[in-house]
Structures are given as C-alpha cells and as structure tokens.
C-alpha cells in the first residue's frame, strides 16, 4: 500500500490510525532518511494506542517504553546500533515477542534479527512535490 501525504499532520494521522488497529505482538519497522518524518509518523502511531506522554526518539537510549496506552508500546531508534550484539544486550528479544506493540526506527540496520513477521513502513521525500509531501509505502512480511 502506498499513501501520499501533503502535511505533517496528514503524516501523524496515518500513524494514528496504524496505532489504533495494532495488536499486541506487532512489530512495524520504520525506515526513511533523516528529516523525512518518522518521528512525526511514530507520535501518531502512540497517540493511536492511547499514549499522551511527550514521544521523541530515543536515539542515545535505544529504546523508550510507554506504558500508559491500551497496550505497551516500545519504540526503538537503533541508527547508533554498531552490531546486533548491542541489541542482544539490551534484550530485544523481550520487546519483539513481548505482549506489546514494537516499532523499530532504521530497522534496515537490524533486519538480520527482525521477526518473521512485521509490518514495513517506508517514508520517502519528493522534493519536486512541495516540502512536505512524503511518499508512505507500507509492507507486510
């Protein structure tokens, strides 16, 4: 499925939306360059699942959980990940096939140990259509 967005706040609406009909046990990966809007997709995605406390990217933590919404939400931004190890370390494992919802920013940096199953979201800037289109691709695996 592709969606093309002209503003910012169509960009959130489409992760609330993605929120609002995640299920425990999803994984969604987000993947885009700097400045494309995956943060601005992800504080849809939790506004989505019931989430009211500020969410920024956890650049320099990994990984940042939310509790408060309908279901647990862990959002990682693994872009300063050297090697799975770290990930290991960290115990990935126990977000991805915990009981709440996952979403992985630069998950190309870790695809090697993504689940079997998980929900791709692609967000891509055509400068030639305006300074806030973006180009939303999403995929399932």
Same mark, same amino acid.
């Given at each position: %499925?592709?969606?093309?967005?002209?503003?910012?706040?169509?960009?959130?609406?489409?992760?609330?939306? %993605?929120?609002?009909?995640?299920?425990?046990?999803?994984?969604?990966?987000?993947?885009?360059?700097?400045?494309?809007?995956?943060?601005?997709?992800?504080?849809?995605?939790?506004?989505?699942?019931?989430?009211?406390?500020?969410?920024?990217?956890?650049?320099?933590?990994?990984?940042?959980?939310?509790?408060?919404?309908?279901?647990?939400?862990?959002?990682?931004?693994?872009?300063?990940?050297?090697?799975?190890?770290?990930?290991?370390?960290?115990?990935?494992?126990?977000?991805?096939?915990?009981?709440?919802?996952?979403?992985?920013?630069?998950?190309?940096?870790?695809?090697?140990?993504?689940?079997?199953?998980?929900?791709?979201?692609?967000?891509?800037?055509?400068?030639?259509?305006?300074?806030?289109?973006?180009?939303?691709?999403?995929?399932?695996?």
């Amino acid at each position: %499925m592709v969606t093309e967005t002209y503003q910012e706040k169509e960009t959130y609406e489409l992760g609330r939306r %993605m929120g609002e009909k995640a299920q425990a046990g999803q994984v969604f990966t987000l993947i885009g360059d700097l400045g494309v809007g995956k943060t601005v997709f992800t504080k849809g995605f939790a506004a989505g699942l019931g989430v009211t406390e500020p969410v920024s990217s956890p650049t320099f933590t990994i990984v940042q959980v939310y509790e408060e919404g309908r279901l647990p939400f862990y959002h990682f931004d693994v872009y300063r990940i050297g090697d799975v190890e770290e990930m290991e370390e960290i115990g990935y494992e126990d977000y991805i096939y915990g009981d709440g919802v996952c979403l992985i920013e630069w998950a190309d940096l870790i695809r090697e140990i993504l689940p079997e199953h998980y929900t791709e979201v692609t967000i891509e800037k055509e400068a030639e259509k305006g300074f806030d289109y973006r180009r939303i691709s999403i995929c399932e695996y």
